[in-house]
């Protein structure tokens, strides 16, 4: 039950970093949000399940959760934005 608060938490992170990639670039792109939840979503599940194989605290787990699937989305979302603009 608790890998789907995460990943419904990691939706609505992935919602936040569609929303604030329109605000960081100024325009509005609706495709933003699609390619943030599925970046989020997937950055959350491997936080979830790698840091702890890897022998970090649960502390370390949970602050990882908390800020890269965010980065990740945005990171995401700028790396389409420079590979087009680059075309």
Known sequence: MEILYIVLAMVVVGLIAGFLAGLIWKDDRKGDYPVAIIAAVITGLLDWFVIP?????????????????????????????????NQ
């Open 53 to 85: 194989m890897m022998g970090f605290s649960d502390t370390l787990k949970w602050a990882g959760i908390a800020t890269e699937p965010l980065l990740v989305a945005l990171g995401v979302l700028w790396l389409i934005r420079y590979s087009k603009k």
